[in-house]
Every structure is written in C-alpha cells, then in structure tokens.
C-alpha cells in the first residue's frame, strides 16, 4: 500500500508538471495583439458631445459652446491617425482627373455625429444647409477657402426644401483658411449656415453636427446656387435658388483612414 501510494503521488506531481509545460508553450505562442494608442482628446470630444448636445430643437448655451471649441482647437491630426506625411496629403500623389472626395463617420447617434471629410487638391463640397443644426467644423490639415451665407428671412427647414424661390443671404465668411486654424461654429439660424468648401490642397476637416442629418426628422441637406444680387446698402448680399445635386460624395474609405478605425471600435463601444 505504501509503495502504491507513493507511485500515485509521484503521477500526480507529474501530471502537475506537465500541466505547467503545456500551459507555459500555450503562452509562448499566444501572439499579442496590440491594442493602438487612443487619444485622449477624442476621448474629451466624444464625452463633450454626449453632454452637450441634447436632442433637435436645442441650441447648445454658450458655454457649452465654448467647450466644444476649446477642446477642438487643441486637437492635431494625429489624435484621429492621421499624418501630414500620409500619402492622400503628398502634392505629388495627386491622382489626375475629377477629385473624389471621401469620407469616413467616426460616431453617430440621435444626438450628434462626429466625422472626417478628406478632399483632395480644388474639390469642391457645394453651398449646402444644416438644417436645425449647430455644427462645429475644425480643418485639421491643409488649406481650404470657406464661403458662408445666412438667410435673412428665416424660414423653416420644410421651407427650405419645397420651395424653388430665390431667398435672399448675408455673406459671412468668404477666406482661406490653413490648418492649424480656429474651430469655426454654425448654428440653425446664423453663423453661416450655408456654406461651401473648396480645398486649396489635400485636407481634412473634422465635423461635428449636432443633431446630424436626418431624412426622416426633416433635417435632410438642401444644395444652393448664389447669384448675385445689388444692393444700395453696401452690405454684400447674394441670391440664394434651392436645387437638387447628384450624389457626390464618394463613401469609400482608402487605405489611410483604416487608423482611425480601429481606435473608434474601441473608444466608442458601448
């Protein structure tokens, strides 16, 4: 009984060791995966716009304002993965033809949405509205001319969109802007709710709507043509006509935006 019982202890401490090497050789062949780097202003951001924006019909108070600004103006390309050194902002990368312009959506809710709209060399987003929306736009790489208009009769979105009448709109803004540059602000009503962008060079502008487009809640976007419009005042005022584009936007996202999918599945997992 003696010997046997040693035998079975001595089986079990092997099996113990065994257990051990097995486990050991499992580890060594577990690859790591490396987890990319989050920022913490986007962190900053997304939690910002959680408190901030509050639903359709709210106009964020200033201060709140304010805090969106601040936390956008400190933001670099690289905390969103990007790089002036990629290769869509390369002046000789330039591909030949019409410029496509892309986009990728970072996060989106009822409440806001966060996204990055990348245009290459003289491409043009046309004059469109934000209807019932305050939007915070930050250029984070590259150059682009801004032109804003305000109409001044103010009218309600369901306007906007069925009627084809010229309305007349207050230029606010008509100047190139070049990263890093101020987090420009639009709200439903003022601030240049009207605006074109067209890119001076390769760039990339952050966007922050807040509430974001929406077809079903009536906040669906309007495309304009301005025409110009005499006025004794010496204010300059153009003609604004409503009109209907074909899509423009190109929804592919090319290789250098992958970056800034990955962190946004970790950063946004809710």
């Known amino acids: 009984m003696t010997i046997e019982a040693g035998l079975v202890g001595k089986s079990k401490e092997a099996i113990r060791q065994a257990n051990k090497v097995i486990r050991k050789k499992k580890c060594a062949k577990t690859k790591r995966i490396h987890m990319p780097e989050i920022s913490i202003s986007l962190q900053r951001l997304f939690i910002a716009c959680k408190d901030v924006f509050k639903g359709p019909g709210i106009v964020p108070p200033p201060q709140d304002v304010n805090r969106l600004q601040r936390i ?132 990339a502008v952050l966007d922050v709507l807040g509430p974001p487009y929406s077809k079903d809640d009536g906040r669906d976007c309007t495309y304009y043509k301005d025409f110009l419009y005499s006025s004794h005042s010496g204010e300059s005022f153009k003609r604004m006509h409503p009109f209907s584009v074909v899509t423009y936007l190109h929804c592919n996202i090319i290789y250098c935006y992958i970056q800034i999918q990955n962190l946004l599945c970790i950063i946004f997992n809710e």
């Not at 915070?136 to 069925?162: A, C, N, P, R, W």
């Open 72 to 203: 956008l103006d400190n933001m670099k390309p690289e905390d969103v993965g990007l790089s002036s050194d990629l290769g869509f902002f390369n002046p000789r990368s330039a591909i030949k033809g019409t410029p496509s312009i892309t986009y990728t959506t970072i996060y989106q809710c009822k409440t806001f949405s966060l996204c990055i709209f990348f245009l290459p060399p003289t491409a043009v987003i046309p004059l469109h509205n934000h209807p019932e929306m305050t939007v915070f736009s930050k250029l984070l790489l590259g150059s682009m001319h801004i032109k804003s208009y305000d109409l001044v009769d103010s009218v309600t979105s369901d306007e906007l969109t069925q009627s084809s009448q010229l309305r007349l709109a207050r230029m606010k803004a008509d100047n190139v802007f070049t990263a890093p540059c101020n987090t420009s602000v639009l709200y439903p009503t003022s601030g240049g709710n009207i605006h074109a962008f067209t890119a001076v060079t390769a760039c």
